[in-house]
């Protein structure tokens, strides 16, 4: 399984380069720091990425045996014998790299001399990151957002957080809810979005089994990750559900201890997202459980054996599917026009919810996802509870629905807005 994923992705490019919102950011970091780390799941784009932006630098996969082989023997004598200006894809297979390279640079600072791609976490793999703090820009490589896809410019998180959003009455038919739903069960990853649902489901699928059956083993000792395979799928059918250890230990058979160190795995290699509650307030009436969500709904949506055709019977799970979606656009966005903001869910105990909660410094924004094409001021609840939590730090509220119309919801700075505004503006 392995190897065909290997293939894929070592075929001729034969489809239309689609720009990058992270371009400028990577330009940028290039410009002016020794070491830049792009980072990001596997087949998400960053090596195309890198050679587009930089095609005249020399490129070095550690997916390569014989490179692979030479790093981990020596690693100084390795990196001295590099050009000056290199692009190492999958630098998280060597991590004894990095202290090789912390000591070229400090011999030469020059800006650009090292661009790393990384297909794990390494800011939560302490002895990669530390070797090169001060020296290393770490930027992050979501697979490909709707808009992206769609390549329209300018970011709807940018507009909406600026205070740009403005009602806009559009008139015309309603969106055809089919087209919501091949949008969720296709994802981002480059080789899915060219791909018919049935084709894309199975791609996706044998790509999680690779993943877990390859990489894993790259970051940490793990005995059975048939083990971790099991986790990630029901992980998929729990997909936008608060975590909870306990159930999750019971139902594989393991200790908690066990679930939490798989869990980190996950999250290291880029498949899943735990995201936090939000506890601006000190009230105690806040729920402390983080939501956990697979970063790519079309993964989740493969893993869990769902397809379109599911779209009138399984609701509640294209629901779900759907706030894993705007979550990461959001995300995506957040990576090259805000990266400063924080993400959060809203829940306390009377099960008043805001699905998702945007704050930079003490201005604070919700946003419910409304599986829908039509929505009112009974959609507005969370929001008017975090609202009134919040006081005059509520900078704004947004219903995400399948409509046509930028509408206001009868509240200062609540708008009911069109899931298309995140790629059709």
Same mark, same amino acid.
């Given at each position: 399984m392995a190897d065909l994923i290997e293939i894929e992705a070592q075929a001729p490019e034969a489809k239309p380069y689609l720009r990058r919102g992270m371009e400028s950011p990577l330009r940028e970091a290039l410009s002016d720091t020794p070491v830049v780390c792009l980072l990001g799941p596997r087949q998400c784009g960053k090596s195309t990425l890198a050679a587009r932006l930089a095609p005249e630098r020399a490129y070095i996969?550690? +997916?390569?045996?014989?490179?692979?082989?030479?790093? !981990?023997?020596?690693?100084?004598?390795f990196v001295n014998s590099l050009p000056e200006r290199v692009t190492i894809d999958e630098i998280q297979r060597v991590p004894e790299l990095?202290?090789?390279? @912390?000591?070229?640079? +400090? /011999?030469?600072?020059?800006?650009?001399?090292?661009?790393?791609?990384?297909?794990?976490?390494?800011?939560?793999?302490?002895?990669?990151?530390e070797s090169l703090a001060g020296r290393m820009e770490v930027l992050q490589l979501q697979v490909f957002s709707a808009s992206e896809l769609a390549q329209t410019p300018g970011s709807f998180l940018d507009l909406c957080l600026?205070?740009?959003?403005?009602? &806009?009455?559009?008139?015309?038919?309603?969106?055809?809810?089919?087209a919501l739903a091949t949008?969720?069960?296709?994802?981002?990853y480059p080789e899915a979005s060219h791909r018919t649902p049935a084709r894309a489901a199975h791609w996706l699928r044998q790509y999680a089994a690779a993943l877990i059956e390859r990489d894993i083993h790259?970051?940490?000792?793990?005995?059975?990750? &048939?083990?971790?395979? !099991?986790l990630l799928t029901l992980l998929a059918h729990r997909n936008g559900s608060l975590l909870n250890l306990s159930s999750l230990a019971k139902e594989l058979g393991h200790t908690r201890p066990s679930l939490d160190r798989w869990l980190g795995l996950l999250e290291r290699l880029f498949l899943i997202r735990r995201l936090p509650a939000w506890h601006g307030?000190?009230? @105690?009436? /806040?729920? @402390?459980s983080p939501k956990l969500y697979l970063r790519d709904c079309g993964l989740a949506a493969a893993l869990a054996q769902v397809s379109a055709d599911d779209w009138l019977r399984e609701r509640p799970t294209f629901g779900l599917l759907l706030e894993a979606f705007v979550l990461q656009q959001i995300v995506s966005q957040a990576g090259w026009t805000r990266?400063?903001?924080?993400?959060?869910?809203?829940?306390? @105990? +009377?099960q008043v919810e805001v699905d998702c909660v945007i704050s930079v410094g003490r201005r604070v924004w919700g946003a419910e996802i409304k599986l829908k094409q039509s929505v009112g001021r009974a959609d507005?609840?969370?929001?008017?509870r975090l609202a009134a939590l919040c006081g005059d730090d509520f900078a704004g509220g947004i219903v995400f629905y399948d409509g046509t119309d930028v509408l206001p919801l009868g509240q200062p700075r609540l708008l009911a807005v069109p899931l298309a505004q995140l790629w059709d503006r």
């Open positions: 996969t550690l +997916d390569d045996t014989a490179y692979l082989d030479a790093a !981990r023997a020596d690693p100084q004598g990095t202290l090789a390279i @912390k000591r070229s640079v +400090d /011999l030469n600072r020059a800006p650009g001399r090292f661009l790393l791609t990384g297909s794990a976490n390494l800011l939560q793999m302490p002895r990669l990151a600026s205070g740009g959003l403005e009602p &806009e009455v559009r008139g015309g038919p309603l969106p055809d809810p089919s949008r969720l069960i296709t994802g981002g790259d970051i940490a000792q793990v005995a059975d990750a &048939e083990q971790v395979a !099991r307030s000190p009230g @105690k009436r /806040l729920i @402390k990266p400063d903001i924080g993400l959060w869910h809203y829940r306390d @105990k +009377d507005t609840k969370g929001l008017t």
